[in-house]
């Protein structure tokens, strides 16, 4: 009764916190023509994509406009730099809790940055649309956005540390999942009389739920033998193996990808360039530029997440190996052979599923799947996958906790 006591706890916490959120996004700013400002907007692709992401807020202005994109690409820029720097890295490898605690710190304090450079192009972008704007307005939007923006990352530490799941996925699918009914509706207005694009959509959306599920549950099973494990004979114990997933990122390398294709947009909207527009809205410059996006996303997490050299040394201290691969140096190059591979893989089928409208669309004349977006569809899947199974870990390590007393 106690351990369900504690998950009730946990998963109250998580929905109260994401109730907050919610609602912060729908207080606005004052001294915003809300009108004229949602009429200018109707169109743009990049504000449409940010709401997604948002839930809405770009569309408000609200107190939680920015949401946790800038924590998301705080996290990203503070990665990088431990690839980039030597003494981050081995801060985060050799100083334990203390290292991660100064990893967050950095992280935090580039979140409070990066909030204020997006809430300044915010204020600048709707001065056209406030009644009375000044410096004294401007300063204030911006540390208001600002604000908001570091009570969400603090809301999504919250969550990871006292409630159910990561924090900031879970704000992320909350926000996808508000514009649902949005998107269903503006959906069957245009395909009122018209059965087969009804039909299209749900075995589209069936089709791409088997498929995402399949990656994010894929496993490369590599063998490892220990002198312990080995029986009269000889024979490898098969349940001793180190599983490698076909997608080590998850859905945030089609996030970000999505994130940056529309970059190279916002930044030509004040361009007169005509050939350097026509070769970025080119169809063809689009899939290559995407496709090489989600690539090299994928990858940039696999490294992050699987140090293939620390794999290595571990297997050395406990004195196991893979069959027919001597430790060490041929061992890391096996390893970074396989993850490579599986990595591309995943990146592959992750950007097929992606551009799957605009590949039925050319095949169909069909457009399905308007306004709902795969990209959205991978997020909710792979974030509802990872919720569920650290559910399920919580509830068997308690279970292990109460035989050991």
């Known amino acids: 009764m106690e351990k369900n006591k504690k998950l009730i706890n946990k998963i109250t916490i998580t929905l109260i916190i994401l109730f907050i959120s919610r609602i912060g996004i729908f207080i606005p700013i004052p001294g915003i023509n809300q009108n004229e400002f949602n009429r200018s907007i109707g169109q743009n692709n990049i504000i449409n994509f940010l709401n997604v992401f948002s839930g809405g807020g770009f ?29 981050l890295e081995e801060i985060q490898k050799d100083e334990g809790e203390i290292g991660k605690q100064k990893i967050n710190k950095i992280t935090k304090y580039l979140t409070g940055l990066w909030g204020i450079i997006q809430s300044v192009i915010i204020g600048l972008w709707i001065k056209p649309y406030t009644f009375d704007w000044n410096i004294h307005y401007f300063f204030d939007l911006t540390i208001t956005l600002t604000t908001g923006s570091l009570i969400i990352m603090w809301f999504s530490e919250i969550i990871t540390e006292y409630g159910i799941g990561n924090g900031a996925s879970l704000l992320i699918f909350q926000n996808i999942v508000s514009n649902i009914p949005q ?29 995402n599920i399949m990656i994010q549950d894929s496993k490369r099973k590599i063998n490892i033998i220990a002198s312990k494990h080995l029986g009269e004979k000889n024979q490898l114990y098969k349940q001793n193996y180190i599983p490698l997933k076909l997608n ?35 169809s063809i410059f689009y899939l290559l530029e995407y496709s090489v996006l989600i690539i090299g996303f994928s990858y940039f997490y696999s490294s992050i997440i699987l140090n293939t050299k620390d794999i290595a040394e571990n297997l050395q201290k406990m004195g196991a190996s893979i069959p027919n691969i001597r430790p060490g140096e041929e061992t890391i190059q096996y390893l ?26 050319n095949i169909t004349n069909i457009n399905i799947l308007q306004g709902f977006g795969t990209t959205s569809l991978l997020i909710l899947v792979g974030v509802a996958i990872e919720t569920a199974k650290q559910i399920q870990t919580y509830i068997i390590s308690e279970q292990y906790d109460s035989i050991v007393k």
């Open 183 to 211: 998107n269903l509706q503006s959906y069957t207005n245009n395909n009122t009389n018209n059965l087969m694009p009804t039909l299209l959509l749900l075995t589209s959306c069936i089709a791409i739920l088997i498929i």
């Open 336 to 361: 970074n052979q396989i993850i490579s591979k599986l990595t591309f893989i995943g990146a592959f089928f992750l950007f097929i599923i992606a551009q799957f409208p605009l590949i039925t669309s």
């Open 59 to 87: 569309s408000t202005i609200g107190i939680f406009s920015l949401g946790i994109i800038p924590y998301i690409n705080s996290s990203i820029i503070t990665q990088l730099l431990i690839k980039i720097i030597p003494k």
């Open 248 to 282: 080590q990122g998850g859905v945030m390398p089609i996030i970000f990808a999505s994130a940056a294709i529309n970059l190279p947009q916002y930044l030509l909207i004040n361009i007169e360039n005509v050939m350097l527009k026509e070769i970025f809205n080119n």
